[in-house]
C-alpha cells in the first residue's frame, strides 16, 4: 500500500482540502512531507478546527512509538471514542505500536478517538477507506452545523 492510493481516495471526497507543508513553506520543518486532512471547500485551513485525519511518516518528538520514517508511515484517524473501541478493543491493553497493518490507539491522541495503522496493508486498507470516508463526512456535518450556528 502506497501513501498515493490514500492521497487519490481522499481527493476525490468534495470539499477536502489536503495540507502538505512543504520545505520553504510557511509551515514548520517537522511538518514537511506529512499530509493534513480538512473538510475546507473554500480551500483555505479552517481556523477554528484540527484535520479530521493525516498521514505522518517521521517521529515526531512526543510520538515515536510508531518507529517511523525510512518506508514507515502512519494514517491517523479521528473516528470518536465508541468506534475507537470497536476497532481496537480496549485503549489501555499495551500493544505494539510499530506492528504495521493492524489498528491501533494513537499513541498520543487515542483517548480523544483517534486509530492509527502503520504501512496500511491487505488486512487494513478496505476499513481504513471506509474510516476516511466516515471522518470527511463527520468533518462536513460539523462545518455544517458551526456555519447555521455562528458563535455558539
Known sequence: MTIDRILERV???EGILVLAPE???PHPEIAWGDFFFYFAPDGEVPT???????????????????QLGDGRWRVNIHVGKTLLEELVGHRDEKVDSAEPDRFIAH??????????????????????LELLQGAFESARKRADRRAQHPGS
Open 11 to 13: 481527493r476525490s471526497f
Open 23 to 25: 520545505a520553504g513553506g
Open 48 to 66: 477554528n478546527t484540527q484535520p479530521f485525519a493525516t498521514i505522518v511518516t517521521k517521529d515526531y518528538p512526543d510520538d515515536v512509538e510508531s
Open 107 to 128: 499513541p498520543v491522541y487515542g483517548g480523544l478517538g483517534w486509530v492509527s495503522v502503520v504501512n496500511p496493508g491487505e488486512r487494513t486498507l478496505p476499513r481504513v
